[in-house]
């Protein structure tokens, strides 16, 4: 009994894991964004939906073929990005942040009925790549394997390389830097603009790889970037806007919380997530690692 | 003359701060903008840097045009701007502060001698036993030779100071009195702007008066301190 | 000369004291609204689409009490609502679920509770939400209205889940086959809470709240207690959309999760920006402009829908940051210009906007006709072709007609009103006119017939003002030698 128990705790911890290392895929790009562009782009989870259907169409080009389009969907989705962020956005900088916030959520109507004109309103499948079809044995609990093998690893890689990034080269530096005083940074000599849509296309990267690595995971649909992108807002409220390791942190407890929550009230799992989202604003109004706001955002 | 600026008017959306400005200031020299808080001092530095770019006039710099171009590019000729507040990033580590701010000199100026971190910390000793504390963990003095020592990091060859003396003790004052001496008898150009009329003096070769936008006074610091009703007038000294 | 300038402006200042008199006019313009609109259908009611046209009132008021009660927030609070359709769902939801387990329910009770359930609703989430500002109330609203949504969809037990709430009870007279009965229910329910909002906004809470959204660190150094007016203000706004809710429920005697969709909340928050937000009467423009926009898209390709809506709100944003209405009374004014310069200010913005107005209306139809009958581009597919039919014409030939003819027209007729002439500012008035006849004559949607409108509406504030009026008539001689004085 005793036995049945652990099992099925180490099972759901995992399941925990995955949901976190999806969500994370695509919310620390908008994380990233709003940190030096203090812009909230609502269209994160376009970049997300357009990344899965990119593979949808690689993979159904060339037969098969599914590693080349993890790389390839989210390089196009950055094409997308730094168009709607050279000619919408760039404008509109100086103008009130809620009027940015309008455009990109014009812009996830337009790519939203995009998505539909191009594929369709029907649900959509990829295949798994070949070799991770099935599960894996771990402490006596099966999983599957392309989650083991693919989705972890790009998760924490992200993790990984998004941490090496920031604090480890040139580019990083001033990427951080900037989250703190843009004003300054040019005056330090810095292009802002060319800055701004370098990280904002890093940003859309991320929604494109996000969507990619979830492809093979569950159905795509119109509608899937109204979806996302809740989830990920709950998780960058939840962790702190514009910190990466609050991100992380919340993702995690977003896949837990919701991981276990469905064993328990399987209708309505969602709902502790915005009861503690709730409990966290009260006690912590800027999240859990985000730094006290004075007025502003 | 490095820096000319002619007749410039600002705004701020609806409000007009400057009222043809006209100021220059040639090489090697250090000058003064003295006047009361908000009456245009700042603006016309953040005018000069590309920030708040005016409605009408020039700002010329070692014979460029440089009137509402992009601050980065004013920066990377040369203009190295110090503002007010500090701003320093108070995420960043000392050390990281003054990397961000490294970028070679405009056409291989500076006769070789490249600003490093080194050097940084010859003019502000204090700063090397706190490399890797973060900015915003720093005393308000230090924070202000951190500033500074992060623009020297471009290698600039105008500096724009904006109020360094602001909100500092008085010992603290004098320290950074002397090393700005420092910098100005290593041959930089400084153009100062200051509330702290006596502070400013100390160091400047010459000086303008602000008030409402418009320029009272220019001439040299003796004419200056011979010319009591001015002094009187809009320093209140 | 400066004694006649200043008899000028006595007289203008006679005007303004002479409507004064009137102790609220915006209540007379309500009562006449609700005279003229809540006989509309006896008027009507014989017309061929009659039902439509009734039906879409019904609609349209319902959906402009609820962009209104929104824009309370967004307009007078500056806070976004991302998830306001959580209150229609709330409303609606909170009356079906009371008649339709309840038996003994009495229908006004259910109708009154639907309002209480809403502001109760909105006072549980706006604790959470007004403690930020900004993208972060943007954010928490979305998410909030997402979880009225899921629980609406997901609790099976309670609320039927995604097969909604079916036949829920209501008093005989609704069910009226000529929907006559309950459009004027709506009208009198709407026009009456409306003009609640415009007195709430009037009032010292509306003032202390517009005086948050321009400065809340004032506001509140000032004594002003930010969060609480904040929060009122949310649960009014919820407590009046959940009456458009329930209203909406009674209407269809159902209600679903879709009524708390997300896609809800950006139809309000397209027509308050669409209308103008700094306005208050903005929304209600905006949901009538944007309904028959709706009607007239969805109708043939329900599939751009979203696409459209988002293409206008970039085309708001960067075009029309005030919206329709904001556009309309924005002045180019200048406390220094005396009369003559201020007349002449306003008729050269005037002719401006009128070719905005007339440039809107042309690519509008246009925009329309393309989608309503893709293939008609040289003769109307159809219609047989006649030469002196316009209506068979295709819509090219059409278009080029109107740009050609009209702006000659208009050109000439701006030109007469830039040197005051009297006789322009009527044939002006006339030409906007007939323009809308000419629409309604080649069956323009319905869209383009309001836009149209909008434009004589327009010719007729602006023109027929007592200022201008003034300059057309009596002081017109008065004016020109004052521009005169001033060019020498």
């Given at each position: 009994m005793v036995d049945f128990f652990t099992n099925v705790f180490f099972v759901q911890l995992v399941n925990g894991l995955f949901i976190a290392a999806g969500i994370y895929l695509v919310a620390s790009g908008l994380s990233l964004v709003f940190g030096v562009l203090g812009i909230l782009n609502f269209a994160h989870g376009s970049f997300y939906m357009y990344g899965a259907f990119f593979v949808f169409t690689y993979v159904g080009f060339t037969a098969g073929?599914?590693?080349p389009a993890l790389f390839i969907a989210p390089m196009v989705v950055v094409i997308l990005g730094v168009v709607m962020e050279v000619v919408f956005l760039r404008p509109i900088y100086k103008a009130d942040p809620l009027y940015q916030l309008l455009l990109t959520y014009a812009m996830v109507l337009i790519f939203g009925d995009l998505v539909k004109i191009l594929y369709g309103a029907e649900n959509l499948s990829v295949a798994r790549p070949e070799g991770f079809e099935g599960t894996v044995t771990i402490a006596g609990s099966l999983f599957p394997s392309y989650q083991i093998f693919v989705l972890l690893p790009a998760g924490f890689l992200t993790v990984l390389g998004l941490y090496l990034f920031l604090n480890r080269t040139n580019v990083g530096r001033t990427v951080r830097a900037a989250t703190q005083d843009r004003e300054m940074i040019g005056a330090l000599g810095v292009n802002v603009r060319l800055l701004y849509t370098g990280v904002f296309a890093i940003g859309a990267f991320l929604g494109g790889l996000g969507g990619a690595v979830l492809a093979p995971m569950g159905a795509l649909y119109p509608g899937m970037d109204f979806d996302v992108i809740i989830e990920v807002f709950l998780v960058v409220v939840l962790g702190g806007l514009g910190s990466m390791a609050g991100t992380a942190l919340g993702a995690l407890i977003y896949g837990e919380l919701k991981s276990f929550g469905i064993l328990w009230v399987p209708e309505l799992e969602s709902v502790f997530i915005y009861v503690l989202m709730a409990v966290v604003l009260v006690a912590r109004p800027q999240g859990l690692l985000g730094k006290k706001v004075e007025g502003g955002h | 003359m490095i820096l000319e600026v002619n007749d410039i008017y600002t705004s701020y959306g609806l409000s007009q701060i400057l009222f043809g400005i006209s100021i220059n200031v040639d090489e090697g020299e250090c000058v003064a903008l003295l006047g009361?808080?908000?009456?245009?001092k700042t603006t016309t530095l953040r005018s000069i840097m590309g920030l708040t770019a005016p409605t009408k006039g020039s700002v010329v710099y070692k014979g460029n045009?440089?009137?509402?171009?992009a601050s980065f590019r004013v920066a990377k000729m040369g203009v190295g701007f110090v503002p007010e507040e500090r701003?320093?990033?108070?995420?960043?580590s000392v050390r990281e502060n003054l990397e961000t701010g490294r970028k070679p000199a405009a056409n291989g100026a500076n006769g070789g001698k490249e600003w490093t971190i080194d050097r940084v910390h010859e003019i502000f000793p204090i700063l090397e036993g706190l490399?890797?504390?973060?900015?915003?963990?720093?005393s308000g003095g230090e924070q202000q030779m951190l500033t500074v020592g992060r623009t020297l990091m471009g290698n600039p060859d105008l500096l724009l100071l904006d109020?360094?003396?602001?909100?500092?003790a008085p010992l603290v004052v004098r320290d950074l009195s002397n090393q700005i001496a420092r910098l100005k008898e290593e041959g930089m150009t400084i153009l100062l702007c200051e509330q702290n009329a006596k502070f400013a003096t100390g160091l400047s070769d010459r000086a303008y008066i602000l008030e409402k936008g418009q320029v009272r006074f220019g001439g040299t610091i003796d004419e200056l301190q011979e010319n009591e009703e001015i002094r009187d007038q809009y320093l209140g000294l | 000369m400066a004694t006649s300038q200043d008899s000028l402006q006595d007289t203008a200042g006679a005007v303004g004291k002479g409507q004064s008199a009137f102790r609220d006019p915006v209540l007379w313009g309500f009562l006449v609204a609700l005279v003229l609109f809540f006989w509309t259908p006896e008027l009507i009611?014989?017309?061929?689409?009659a039902d439509f046209w009734i039906i879409f009132l019904t609609e349209a008021f319902i959906w402009s009490l609820f962009a209104v009660a929104f824009n309370l927030l967004m307009?007078?609070?500056g806070l976004i609502s991302f998830g306001q359709a959580a209150y229609l769902g709330i409303g609606g939801y909170t009356a079906g679920l009371l008649l339709k387990y309840l038996v003994w329910m009495n229908f006004y009770v259910a109708l009154v509770a639907a309002p209480i359930g809403g502001a109760l609703a909105a006072l549980v989430i706006g604790y959470f939400c007004i403690?930020?500002?900004h993208i972060y109330f943007a954010i928490l609203t979305l998410a909030f209205g997402h979880i009225v949504y899921l629980i609406a969809f997901k609790w099976y037990d309670f609320?039927?889940?995604?097969?909604?709430?079916?036949g829920i009870p209501v008093p005989e007279?609704?069910?009226?086959?000529?929907f006559v009965s309950y459009y004027k229910f709506v009208l009198v329910i709407c026009m009456v809470s409306i003009y609640l909002l415009w007195r709430i906004v009037n009032s010292p809470f509306g003032k202390t709240l517009t005086a948050i959204r321009e400065n809340e660190v004032r506001a509140d150094f000032v004594g002003i207690n930010v969060q609480r007016h904040k929060l009122y203000a949310f649960m009014i706004a919820g407590a009046f959309s959940a009456l458009a809710g329930a209203l909406i429920m009674i209407n269809e005697r159902s209600v679903y999760p879709d009524l708390a969709h997300w896609t809800q909340s950006t139809q309000v928050l397209l027509m308050s920006l669409l209308g103008g937000?700094?306005?208050?009467f903005g929304p209600v423009v905006g949901a009538f402009l944007l309904l028959t926009m709706d009607a007239d898209i969805t109708q043939n390709y329900p599939e751009i829908w979203q696409l459209f809506l988002g293409g206008t709100l970039v085309l708001i944003l960067f075009a029309?940051?005030?919206g329709i209405v904001g556009f309309i009374q924005e002045r180019d004014e200048n406390?220094?210009?005396d009369m003559a310069t201020r007349m002449a200010k306003l008729m050269a913005q005037f002719s401006r906007k009128s070719w905005y107005f007339f440039g809107g209306a042309v690519s509008f139809t246009v925009f329309f006709s393309i989608l309503q009958t893709?293939?008609?581009?040289?003769?109307?597919?159809d219609w047989d072709f006649?030469?002196?039919?316009?209506?068979?014409?295709?819509i090219l030939p059409r278009t080029i007609l109107q740009l050609v003819v009209g702006a000659a027209i208009l050109w000439w007729l701006l030109r007469g009103i830039q040197s005051f002439q009297a006789m322009h500012r009527w044939l002006l008035l006339a030409f906007t006119v007939l323009s809308l006849a000419l629409h309604i004559y080649l069956e323009t949607p319905l869209s383009g017939l309001l836009l149209v409108f909008l434009w004589a509406v327009y010719s007729f504030y602006c023109l027929f003002e007592p200022d201008t009026r003034q300059a057309f008539s009596g002081g017109i001689e008065v004016v020109k030698d004052a521009a005169q004085e001033a060019a020498e």
């Open positions: 073929d599914f590693w | 009361r808080n908000g009456v245009g045009d440089i009137t509402g171009r701003r320093i990033f108070s995420d960043l490399s890797d504390r973060k900015g915003g963990y720093l109020e360094p003396s602001e909100g500092l | 009611i014989y017309m061929e689409w307009g007078y609070g403690r930020r500002t609320t039927g889940g995604d097969n909604g709430l079916i007279w609704i069910k009226d086959p000529t937000v700094y306005t208050f029309l940051p005030g406390a220094a210009d893709p293939d008609s581009w040289w003769i109307s597919e006649e030469l002196l039919s316009l209506i068979t014409w295709g």
